[in-house]
């Protein structure tokens, strides 16, 4: 659609500007469309595999596309692609980029018997605001996580991470031996991994 722009120097750009995002969001759906504030990337590339099972007692960590207005953001969402056997604890939460830990779920351990969409509420309601840099975690503890949903590219980190650093990765494991999630998580200490799994905040 053609779209007529004014001249320089004339105050009408309102209605142009407004006609152009209007268009660029119907390209696409959104997180909104879905019920969610934001993803790490659309729920429809993400697919099972058995290989995104997380290691017991790790905490892994997903970054989240910068906030861009504030939000009120009461959980996570995560696919459960594989169903968990044995858990004692299991948590979601979000970290904000200095590492620390603002919001966590109950322990959750019960919930993870079956397969599809697990949508876990925070104890507390987290209200972030614009510019906020903030990763989705989650632990699981016992004999079998379950698997989580992933990206389709994997096991190449220069896919998945990209030039990002420790401190800075999209997917990464912060601290191991945990049994609920630690309340700051040393950033640059983490490790980057190969798996991309999906995370919704909602």
Do not use: C
């Amino acid at each position: 659609m053609a779209i007529d722009t004014p001249d320089i120097g004339q105050s009408a750009w309102g209605p142009p500007l407004n006609l152009a995002l209007s268009t660029l969001g119907q390209t696409t759906f959104n997180p909104p469309d879905l019920g969610y504030k934001t993803w790490n990337f659309p729920s429809w590339h993400a697919i099972a595999y058995t290989s995104t099972q997380p290691v017991s007692g790790t905490v892994v960590m997903m970054k989240m596309p910068q906030i861009v207005q504030p939000e009120t953001i009461t959980g996570v969402t995560l696919y459960r692609a594989v169903v968990a056997v044995g858990l004692t604890d299991a948590y979601v939460g979000l970290y904000n980029s200095a590492g620390t830990r603002v919001a966590v779920s109950a322990n959750v351990s019960g919930t993870w018997g079956a397969l599809g969409m697990q949508q876990t509420a925070f104890t507390g309601a987290y209200a972030a605001s614009a510019g906020d840099v903030l990763f989705a975690a989650m632990l699981f503890v016992g004999a079998t996580p379950p698997g989580i949903a992933a990206a389709q590219i994997a096991n190449h980190q220069s896919n998945m991470n990209g030039q990002t650093t420790a401190a800075t990765a999209l997917w990464a494991t912060g601290p191991a031996a945990q049994t609920t999630l630690p309340a700051s998580v040393t950033m640059a200490s983490r490790t980057p991994i190969t798996t991309g799994h999906w995370a919704g905040l909602h």
